[in-house]
């Protein structure tokens, strides 16, 4: 089972203790977030309507000098936001 799913009504991330859900219209902003020593990974956080923010379980990689996957990942999860 994929750790990120979208449906119409928005995403569900799968952790490895609980399952998120975080619908479309809640959805402001999402952020690739560096962490680890020296910054060497990073992970994705989405940024709620309420002043929440929440780990989105799955999206994470090392990271990059130039766009990174969880940047295209972030991007592509904020167009689909848009068209909901």
């Known amino acids: 089972m994929a750790r ?3 449906c119409p009504e ?9 399952t998120r859900f975080v619908p479309w219209e809640d959805l402001v902003w999402v952020n ?3 962490a680890g020593r020296g910054g060497l ?3 994705a956080v989405a940024d ?8 989105l379980a799955g999206v994470y990689g090392l990271s990059s000098e130039g766009e990174s996957r969880v940047e295209r990942i972030a991007e592509r999860l904020l167009m689909l936001s848009d068209q909901a």
Do not use: N
Request: hydrophobic fraction near 35%.
């Open 4 to 6: 990120l799913q979208l």
């Open 10 to 18: 928005g995403i569900h991330s799968h952790g490895t203790w609980r």
């Open 32 to 34: 690739a977030v560096r």
């Open 41 to 43: 990974w990073e992970y």
């Open 48 to 55: 709620l309507s309420d002043g929440s923010h929440v780990r």
